[in-house]
């Protein structure tokens, strides 16, 4: 049986699209959660937080957090950033995979498609049955992305 994929983003942006596209060209099915219009629960980012570290989850890069205040910018802490997330889904990095209950985070800023690759072997292996089991096996899906 497959495990359940989530991959979790804000619809309109767009890595996420590239990101979307990268699963459907591959026949993974996946539910899509968009944090940005339906919330994300505070469980569920301090689960990220302690699997990746909240430094990796927080999108220091993007407008969301560039526009801060120096106050709320500075001595962040698990707990801040957190809260900062909850309040501004936008400033949690995406696209986040969640693979039968095991998170996967984009490791660096390469964009869309790409950024998937950069989940680690464990995680392409996963997604890679998550296809196999969907549909007949894909010689694409197994080739590193380009």
Not at 119 to 134: K, S
């Amino acid at each position: 049986m497959a495990k359940a994929v989530t991959i979790y983003g804000i619809k309109n942006c767009d890595t996420m699209k590239k990101a979307r596209a990268w699963l459907d060209q591959r026949g993974v099915a996946y539910a899509f959660h968009d944090y940005k219009s339906a919330g994300v629960e505070r469980g569920t980012l301090e689960r990220w937080a302690r699997e990746t570290g909240w430094e990796t989850l927080l999108n220091r890069a993007g407008t969301t957090f560039r526009k801060l205040a120096d106050r709320d910018k500075e001595g962040l802490t698990e707990k801040k950033a957190i809260a900062l997330m909850l309040a501004q889904p936008s400033m949690i990095k995406r696209p986040v995979l969640d693979i039968g209950g095991k998170s996967r985070f984009r490791s660096s800023h390469h964009c869309g498609a790409r950024s998937l690759a950069n989940f680690g072997i464990e995680g392409h292996q996963q997604l890679n049955a998550c296809a196999r089991e969907r549909s007949a096996p894909r010689a694409a899906w197994a080739a590193p992305l380009r």
